[in-house]
């Protein structure tokens, strides 16, 4: 089956990047907390119907002569599902709360851009220039992510100035987008100064972040820029290449 026809993808190539960003939206709830409270959620309900069916098969009754069974359980998993919630958003500090804030603001957006998504009419949707200046975007927040992940900044000890480093960069970016996000929502035009220069700000930032990942796999001797290990491969191939010449010159040279 081809699945990028179905997806939408083949009828936007250009916008490659704002589709793989939006497929990282679907399971995600705006922030870290989404994330774990849904983790808890699934987990929860998972055990409670689980429960709820060994309670019923114990009793030996039909479930409309014991509702309370699967009622009981299900009720507990909500408990749980909110208490988790309550609990993690109360430890959060003012700054992360307010960042939540900034994402939740986007996401009826993006789950317009998503419905486009899989009809393979961003464009159509928001206008080109608007899909292109959100597929750049996404591009920069793509690569800010991945050498954020890379082995070289998820090495580092949880004391370490780089790695608050990177969980301020993490912040900053996804804020950005959000940023981007809720006023090309809103109305706002590629054309707004103020979209050109948060369009440049994510845009250095991805640049730095990415050297910077470059810089740290150097220094503690782990996997890196893929590009780097390229050049080194073919450094090394060229000098045995030379050397191999230079061999089958003499060699060559020697024969009468």
């Known amino acids: 089956m081809d699945w990028s026809a179905w997806s939408g993808l083949r009828n936007e190539p250009e916008l490659r990047s704002l589709y793989e960003w939006l497929d990282t939206q679907t399971n995600y709830a705006g922030s870290k907390i989404g994330a774990i409270v849904g983790t808890v959620a699934g ?7 689980f429960l709820g069916v060994v309670l019923l098969k114990a009793s030996h009754l039909p479930l409309r002569e014991s509702p309370a069974y699967m009622i009981v359980p299900m009720v507990g998993a909500i408990a749980v599902t909110m208490g988790t919630w309550a609990y993690m958003y109360a430890r ?40 292109l200046a959100l597929n750049a975007a996404a591009y920069d927040y793509l690569r800010c992510r991945d050498a954020l ?8 000890s949880s004391d370490s100035a780089w790695a608050s480093a990177r969980g301020k960069a993490e912040m900053a970016i996804e804020a950005a987008m959000a940023r981007l996000l809720t006023m090309m929502g809103q109305g706002g035009s590629p054309e707004y100064p103020e979209v050109q220069k948060l369009l440049e700000d994510m845009h250095q930032t991805a640049d730095e972040i990415v050297r910077t990942a470059e810089k740290l796999a ?21 000098v045995l290449n ?7 010159e003499i060699e060559l040279g020697d024969k009468p």
């Open 218 to 238: 150097v220094r503690k001797g782990v996997a890196g820029d893929v590009s780097h290990e390229l050049r080194q491969v073919l450094s090394e191939m060229r």
């Open 43 to 49: 987990i929860s309900f998972g055990i409670a119907m």
């Open 92 to 131: 959060a500090t003012a700054g992360q709360k307010e960042h939540w804030r900034r994402l939740g603001g986007s996401r009826s957006f993006v789950w317009k851009l998503w419905s486009a998504r899989w009809s393979g009419n961003l464009a159509g949707t928001i206008g080109k220039e608007s899909a």
């Open 242 to 248: 030379a050397a191999h010449d230079e061999v089958m």
């Open 149 to 156: 992940q890379s082995p070289a900044w998820r090495g580092l």
